[in-house]
């Protein structure tokens, strides 16, 4: 039997992890300062690069950034990617990629695309969120046409490329500490509309997603797997850690043209 992977995480976020580590018995075990697997909060006020970067100067073989906030694109650029695995609430969550592999056909023939984000966090690092999620989808080139930011809420009027086709993208945030946190992707096309709504990590709530053509709608399956516990399923099986910071640089400077 294989030994289980030792994990050791930040105070801040000790609470997380542990059911974490509990629901994958036979894959994580807690350890010590020696731990194969170092968690970071990426809400670290110093940064999670840095913290980061001092779990893997201290020896840790792997670091798990938990929901990593935006800091300079620059910073992030200079973390060590591959031994870094990013756990993202919503970019990571396991009913995106069944999503597009089974209508992908759909969101490519869409038109355009609108994000809807509710959440406690500040509209900037909402923002984050929808860039990750529209590059966890698919979309790639996005190109700003206008935005619109107040304190607690940010409407940005955009294109991105889906495949070879050009899509309009509009993308609406909210702040609220009564509204459920989730994120809402609605896609429009002459012939099918696809619809996806993922919630936060703390909720009991499944994620769905819907797909309605000319042969009526179906539900998927909901997923009431967290983001976070399918990365760490993927790590335990030997899961890639490297492919998502390089995008995450990229969507890191985007956002800095748009809130500086």
């Known amino acids: 039997m ?8 930040d105070a801040a976020i000790a609470a997380h992890v ?4 509990a629901s994958l018995p036979r894959s994580f075990a807690f350890g010590g300062a020696d731990a194969q697997v170092a968690v970071v909060d990426g809400a670290d006020p110093r940064g999670w690069d840095r913290a980061a970067g001092a779990a893997l100067d201290a020896g840790a073989e792997t670091v798990a950034v ?3 906030a935006p800091i300079p694109a620059d910073r992030a ?6 031994r870094v695995l990013l756990s993202e609430t919503f970019a990571g969550h396991p009913a995106v990629a069944r999503l597009v592999e089974r209508a992908g056909a759909q969101l490519s023939a869409a038109g355009s695309a609108s994000l809807l984000g509710v959440g406690t966090a500040a509209v900037r690092e909402q923002l984050l969120e929808q860039l990750r999620l529209l590059r ?3 979309y790639r080139e996005v190109r700003v046409r206008d935005v619109q930011l107040a304190s607690s809420s940010g409407l940005i009027s955009a294109t991105a490329r889906y495949g070879d086709a050009e899509q309009l993208l509009r993308l609406q945030i909210a702040r609220s500490s009564v509204a459920p946190a989730r994120l809402e992707l609605r896609a429009i096309g002459a012939t099918a509309v696809v619809a996806l709504e993922l919630p936060c990590s703390t ?3 499944p994620a769905r997603a819907e797909v309605v053509d000319a ?7 909901d997923v009431y797997e967290t983001a976070h516990r399918a990365a760490w399923r993927a790590l335990a099986a030997g899961g890639e850690r490297s ?6 640089v990229d969507d890191l400077r985007l956002l800095d043209t748009l809130i500086p």
């Open 77 to 82: 650029a200079a973390v060590d990617g591959g």
């Open 66 to 68: 938990l929901d990593p």
């Open 136 to 138: 966890a989808i698919g």
């Open 18 to 21: 542990h059911p974490l580590v």
């Open 215 to 221: 042969d009526g709608a179906l539900r998927l399956p």
């Open 2 to 9: 294989t030994e289980p992977i030792t994990v050791v995480a």
């Open 203 to 205: 909720t009991a709530r």
């Open 243 to 248: 492919d998502a910071l390089p995008g995450l």
